[in-house]
């Protein structure tokens, strides 16, 4: 295997980081070579993403690689979160920014939408969870508003799709992070025409769908100008991050689960076929698609977005140390109160601490005061919510699940992972912590020839990041505070 070098660009919604990986005799190194905050910008009352600032910052990640680091990769790749969009104009400009999934245009939208078509039917076609900042959602949202971009708009990219464009000058969406929009039919990279047609929109601008490991184009001159690189190729990586995620989980043959801890918790298992019936519709299980044939079913939990806003919300008076809040947490009672962490309450409430303590007050539980308590009553809640999930995983597969590998920037968290070790009652290995730009890395790798499958793929992740594990513990009362956490639900 001879040595190459590769640039992953990974996106998450509050920062993104350009990641050099060399690989070379079945080893991958890692080399963080740019790192840039990224937030959503607010409008006359609506949020967006600033695409045209993150292509810069993408430039300049190409750029300081070859002029300071003296490295020229041998290709580049893109992932972000999912869901959002970009509209494109006959003449090829992007019409406007896009907006961010948090904008609250869509509250409230999805009852609007089963009117349109029933829940039920709209579940049996898509195979994908509901959540109301869905692609289909958002494209009905604004219809029903009757935006004017989307009257003029002859395509629409995905984000990571629409910065790959702005690369190369070529159009092409990628599977993974299309099958988040509640579009595609289940396990397919097929558009589903009924769902299109109920939110409204014209198929004639959704475009051709590629799978991770194809090559989009070209970097385009201009690009090299700008940069100094090489004419490099831009490959369609798995483009949603947690599908870049799951490919470098470390795992061995056995019944396993993945949790990719980040600003949301995705907790799932890898299937080889969708899983869509009655029951996933009530656990509202989401069927995405992964890389070389597989699904990921899966559960969004919100995740590390809880405590990300109590910090922004605490750094007001005191910019703290994530370990400082994890520290304050420790001083704290355990299950003193709980939160349902997917409470709509939570997705985006500008002022989390309040929201929680509201939260609590409702349920009839005491409302912690201290930041370390508001901290303790997060952790907690995410951890229950694992079992909780987790429980509902082995009831749709038949299967009991043995391991979970925690991956992600949730696995430095050795709190975290110890209590969720302690709380589901088998081993939990945790690493590594660039899981998603492990994984871009790799399928830039495949699409070149170095690695030919999945399997290759993980065990040179496994022989190049060693994972930590955390084994059970009995030092609390977990399912007692289990049976109060489904009260709270």
């Not at 893109?78 to 245009?105: E, K």
Request: proline share 4%; with cysteine; glycine share 8%.
């Amino acid at each position: 295997m001879s040595k190459k070098h590769f640039l992953a660009f990974d996106l998450g919604a509050s920062s993104g980081r350009a990641i050099l990986g060399t690989l070379e005799e079945g080893n991958l190194e890692l080399l963080e070579i740019h790192r840039f905050k990224n937030q959503m910008i607010r409008i006359h009352g609506s949020y967006y993403w600033n695409i045209y600032s993150l292509f810069d910052e993408l430039k300049t990640g190409l750029k300081k690689c070859i002029n300071e680091y003296k490295i020229q990769p041998d290709s580049i790749g893109i992932d972000t979160w999912g869901v959002d969009y970009s509209l494109i104009s006959a003449s090829g400009q992007l019409i406007g920014l896009p907006f961010a999934y948090r904008d609250h245009r869509t509250d409230n939208i999805m009852e609007e939408f089963f009117k349109v078509m029933p829940k039920q039917e709209t579940y049996a076609l898509s195979g994908i969870q509901f959540m109301q900042f869905n692609t289909l959602f958002q494209l009905f949202a604004s219809q029903k508003e009757q935006h004017s971009r989307l009257k003029v708009a002859t395509g629409l990219l995905f984000t990571p799709d629409t910065l790959n464009y702005l690369f190369t000058g070529k159009k092409k969406i990628e599977y993974t992070i299309a099958s988040t929009s509640q579009m595609l039919k289940p396990g397919k990279a097929e558009w589903e025409e009924k769902l299109v047609q109920a939110c409204g929109i014209s198929s004639d601008i959704l475009g051709e769908i590629v799978q991770p490991g194809e090559v989009v184009g070209k970097i385009l001159n201009e690009i090299q100008e700008d940069t100094g690189s090489a004419e490099i190729p831009c490959i369609a990586v798995a483009a949603h991050d947690t599908a870049s995620a799951i490919v470098s989980v470390p795992a061995e043959e056995g019944n396993w689960a993945y949790l990719s801890s980040g600003t949301w918790s995705l907790l799932g298992v890898e299937s080889p076929t969708p899983l869509v019936s009655e029951e996933t519709l009530k656990m509202n299980f989401t069927n995405e698609g992964g890389v070389d044939g597989t699904t990921r079913f899966l559960k969004n939990i919100m995740g590390m977005w809880l405590i990300q806003e109590c910090k922004r919300i605490w750094d007001e008076e005191k910019e703290m140390e994530w370990q400082e809040i994890v520290d304050m947490c420790q001083e704290t009672e355990h299950f003193k109160c709980l939160i349902n962490p997917d409470d709509p309450m939570f997705l985006n409430p500008g002022n989390m601490p309040k929201a929680i303590q509201e939260f609590c007050k409702k349920t009839g539980q005491p409302v912690p005061e201290s930041k370390g308590e508001v901290a303790r009553c997060i952790y907690d809640s995410l951890v229950l919510k694992y079992k909780y999930t987790l429980r509902q995983i082995e009831s749709v597969t038949g299967n009991k699940i043995e391991k979970l590998h925690i991956i992600g920037g949730g696995a430095r968290n050795e709190m975290l992972s110890q209590l969720t070790a302690d709380a589901i009652r088998i081993p939990v290995l945790a690493g590594p912590t660039e899981a998603t730009a492990i994984g871009n890395l790799m399928i830039q790798a495949k699409a070149l020839g170095e690695v030919s499958s999945l399997k290759e793929i993980r065990k040179i992740v496994k022989n190049s990041f060693e994972p930590q594990e955390y084994l059970p513990t009995e030092r609390l009362d977990w399912d007692l505070a289990y049976e109060k956490f489904l009260k709270v639900m």
